[in-house]
């Protein structure tokens, strides 16, 4: 625009709605999930039967449940178990998507087939039916929770980090390095490794989102954590019953949840495109 | 010929280790399986004898040594057993046999219903200026992103509850099918839309846009015969990739809306701890994926014969 005016690079200020919206919610959950009580004077877990089943209103915005409890205390209150549902699952998922995709970028082509292999097998078990499996087995808990996310949602991670590592591996400065005699795990470790691993922080920021988005999935069908917590999901599955007196038990923590991962999933595009640094544009 | 054959046997060495991996998930369980099933059937959680043992461990085997189950295992899928549920006693591949239509239905309704839109919504808004396509593009970034829970919840609330114009209980019938499919395919259709869109951006700006534009072929017709062609490929690839997370979000709106199917059997038999039910819907379900995949894949070489030459 008046770009002729100014020679030098100019700083990018430009306002930015949706991220400034996104970054508010985020650091409003992650306040939620640290201090509570800063967010709500409310009691979670104080039970006034005389406000059963409130539509929201000025006292209760986000109205009352059917023990008289208030919703929006109750989502307060729960942000620190989803968000720590969200985060294990996405550590552990990290995790063997780190293993796997590594090692198969950087194996021979035996072990990088044998691991696609294993990756393709993994994606022929939907999320939510490797988690009810899993709930079976080991019965329901947290603990299975964050288990059966972290496996469900590995193989796509996996592929992306296999395919990270292998452009890596490709590109010119790699082969520089090995022109300049530097041994190839000082090469990995120095080179590919965190050049590859620069783009995970978006992928964590999704992850975490998705994750939240399945084990509150899970929760929502009663295979979850255990009432009276007022993590997300267990308030999803203790508001079905209400459905057609109540439809704001369903609503407004399934509004807390989409919210939260639509706003993480704005700031993990952001960071991605300030990567690749093709936004200012 | 012989891709064809190859994909084949790739297909069912993947679902062997399928079978193999949810053997093992089995094995893992936790304590004894024939204390578990007998608790389950009384609802008491007490130590049994070994009286009361022995007729559970004779009769689903569990007494064999890990590998001869196993072998068993395998042995039964290849034929079609998927073992005997604990809870209900029948063999299970009757029971899916009994509730797998009403999902077939719903997942098949919601795949026409998320093209319908994704296509109508690529026709219509991209690249038709800045507006129209950020919003096209905005509206499938939200709906991608929406979860099945919610948005079937907000449907029924909306549209069964309040506007009372869909049942709230669906039940068997063709007008409840309408909010369940909506429910997978919205999300679904913001999904592909995102793909085809882009596709389609970049196919509008290739040299043979240009010369069909310019042997007069009206827009509507550019994009209709010459652009979609090609902007759908990538998502026929995603579509079966696609038939897994429709199953996830069946088993949820068939929840949400009171629908018999497989999905809420599924949720029953893993509360019940029904270990036989819910690994030989998982194994069904990677089933249809494996098959699915390949028939994609077939596909794709119908829609585009370079794909031979180059693979």
Same mark, same amino acid.
């Given at each position: 625009?008046?770009?002729?005016?100014?020679?030098?690079?100019?700083?990018?200020?430009?306002?930015?709605?949706?991220?400034?919206?996104?970054?508010?919610?985020?650091?409003?959950?992650?306040?939620?999930?640290?201090?509570?009580?800063?967010?709500?004077?409310?009691?979670?877990?104080?039970?006034?039967?005389?406000?059963?089943?409130?539509?929201?209103?000025?006292?209760?915005?986000?109205?009352?449940d059917q023990s008289g409890r208030d919703l929006y205390a109750r989502v307060v209150y729960g942000a620190r178990e989803s968000l720590f549902i969200g985060l294990a699952a996405t550590a552990l998922s990290m995790s063997i998507a780190f293993v796997l995709g590594v090692s198969a970028a950087l194996?021979?082509?035996?072990?990088?087939?044998?691991?696609?292999?294993?990756?393709?097998?993994?994606?022929?078990?939907?999320?939510?039916?490797?988690?009810?499996?899993?709930?079976?087995?080991?019965?329901?808990?947290?603990?299975?929770?964050?288990?059966?996310?972290?496996?469900?949602?590995?193989?796509?991670?996996?592929?992306?980090?296999?395919?990270?590592?292998?452009?890596?591996?490709?590109?010119?400065?790699?082969?520089?390095?090995?022109?300049?005699?530097?041994?190839?795990?000082?090469?990995?470790?120095?080179?590919?490794?965190?050049?590859?691993?620069?783009?995970?922080?978006?992928?964590?920021?999704?992850?975490?989102?998705?994750?939240?988005?399945?084990?509150?999935?899970?929760?929502?069908?009663?295979?979850?954590?255990?009432?009276?917590?007022?993590?997300?999901?267990?308030?999803?599955?203790?508001?079905?019953?209400?459905?057609?007196?109540?439809?704001?038990?369903?609503?407004?923590?399934?509004?807390?949840?989409?919210?939260?991962?639509?706003?993480?999933?704005?700031?993990?595009?952001?960071?991605?495109?300030?990567?690749?640094?093709?936004?200012?544009? | 010929?012989?891709?064809?054959?190859?994909?084949?046997?790739?297909?069912?060495?993947?679902?062997?280790?399928a079978a193999t991996f949810t053997f093992f998930v089995q094995a893992a369980l936790p304590g004894d399986r024939a204390t578990l099933i007998l608790n389950q059937d009384s609802g008491q959680i007490i130590k049994r004898s070994d009286a009361e043992l022995a007729p559970v461990n004779e009769k689903?085997?569990?007494?064999?040594?890990?590998?001869?189950?196993?072998?068993?295992?395998?042995?039964?899928?290849?034929?079609?057993?998927?073992?005997?549920?604990?809870?209900?006693?029948?063999?299970?591949?009757?029971?899916?046999?009994?509730?797998?239509?009403?999902?077939?239905?719903?997942?098949?309704?919601?795949?026409?219903?998320?093209?319908?839109?994704?296509?109508?919504?690529?026709?219509?808004?991209?690249?038709?200026?800045?507006?129209?396509?950020?919003?096209?593009?905005?509206?499938?970034?939200?709906?991608?992103?929406?979860?099945?829970?919610?948005?079937?919840?907000?449907?029924?609330?909306?549209?069964?509850?309040?506007? $009372?114009?869909?049942?709230?209980?669906?039940?068997?019938?063709?007008?409840?099918?309408?909010?369940?499919?909506?429910?997978?395919?919205?999300?679904?259709?913001?999904?592909?839309? $995102?793909?085809?869109?882009?596709?389609?951006?970049?196919?509008?700006?290739?040299?043979?846009?240009?010369?069909?534009?310019?042997?007069?072929?009206?827009?509507?017709?550019?994009?209709?015969?010459?652009?979609?062609?090609?902007?759908?490929?990538?998502?026929?690839?995603?579509?079966?990739?696609?038939?897994?997370?429709?199953?996830?979000?069946?088993?949820?709106?068939?929840?949400?809306?009171?629908? $018999?199917?497989?999905?809420?059997?599924?949720?029953?038999?893993?509360?019940?701890?029904?270990?036989?039910?819910?690994?030989?819907?998982?194994?069904?379900?990677?089933?249809?994926?494996?098959?699915?995949?390949?028939?994609?894949?077939?596909?794709?070489?119908?829609?585009?014969?370079?794909?031979?030459?180059?693979?």
């Open positions: 625009m008046s770009g002729a005016l100014l020679a030098l690079p100019r700083v990018q200020v430009r306002f930015r709605p949706g991220l400034t919206l996104s970054i508010a919610l985020v650091a409003f959950f992650v306040i939620a999930a640290i201090a509570p009580s800063l967010l709500t004077t409310q009691d979670p877990l104080k039970i006034n039967l005389g406000d059963a089943l409130q539509a929201p209103s000025a006292a209760h915005i986000f109205g009352t194996g021979n082509k035996l072990t990088d087939g044998a691991i696609n292999r294993f990756i393709e097998l993994l994606f022929a078990f939907p999320v939510l039916l490797l988690s009810l499996l899993f709930v079976t087995v080991f019965g329901a808990g947290l603990t299975t929770l964050i288990v059966a996310v972290g496996v469900g949602t590995a193989p796509g991670y996996a592929r992306m980090i296999r395919g990270q590592v292998l452009a890596v591996k490709g590109s010119g400065y790699v082969e520089a390095a090995g022109a300049l005699g530097h041994s190839y795990p000082k090469v990995i470790r120095r080179h590919i490794l965190p050049n590859a691993m620069r783009p995970l922080v978006v992928l964590v920021t999704l992850g975490v989102g998705q994750s939240i988005v399945w084990a509150s999935g899970l929760a929502f069908l009663g295979l979850g954590v255990a009432p009276p917590s007022p993590e997300w999901g267990a308030l999803l599955d203790a508001g079905r019953t209400y459905i057609t007196q109540a439809w704001w038990l369903e609503v407004m923590p399934g509004l807390a949840i989409v919210s939260f991962a639509l706003a993480l999933t704005a700031i993990g595009r952001y960071v991605q495109q300030r990567l690749e640094g093709g936004l200012q544009r | 010929m012989k891709t064809v054959a190859l994909k084949v046997l790739g297909a069912i060495a993947v679902l062997w280790a689903f085997g569990f007494d064999d040594p890990i590998y001869a189950q196993y072998v068993n295992y395998v042995a039964g899928l290849a034929q079609g057993d998927l073992g005997t549920s604990y809870r209900l006693k029948a063999p299970v591949t009757e029971i899916i046999g009994e509730q797998i239509w009403p999902t077939i239905f719903l997942t098949i309704a919601a795949l026409i219903a998320a093209w319908v839109m994704a296509l109508a919504l690529t026709l219509l808004t991209a690249k038709r200026g800045r507006i129209p396509s950020a919003l096209g593009s905005g509206y499938e970034t939200f709906t991608a992103a929406l979860p099945h829970y919610w948005l079937g919840v907000i449907l029924l609330v909306v549209f069964a509850i309040e506007l $009372q114009l869909f049942p709230v209980e669906g039940g068997s019938s063709l007008i409840g099918l309408v909010l369940p499919a909506l429910t997978l395919g919205i999300p679904l259709a913001g999904f592909l839309g $995102q793909v085809t869109r882009d596709e389609f951006e970049k196919v509008l700006d290739q040299p043979f846009v240009t010369s069909a534009r310019a042997r007069g072929m009206g827009d509507f017709g550019v994009r209709w015969r010459h652009a979609l062609r090609h902007a759908v490929l990538p998502a026929i690839t995603l579509s079966g990739w696609a038939i897994g997370a429709l199953f996830s979000g069946a088993v949820i709106a068939e929840i949400i809306f009171a629908r $018999q199917g497989i999905g809420n059997i599924l949720v029953t038999a893993a509360n019940m701890r029904d270990i036989p039910l819910v690994s030989g819907i998982v194994m069904l379900v990677a089933l249809i994926y494996v098959v699915a995949n390949l028939l994609v894949d077939l596909a794709y070489r119908v829609v585009d014969p370079r794909i031979e030459v180059s693979s």
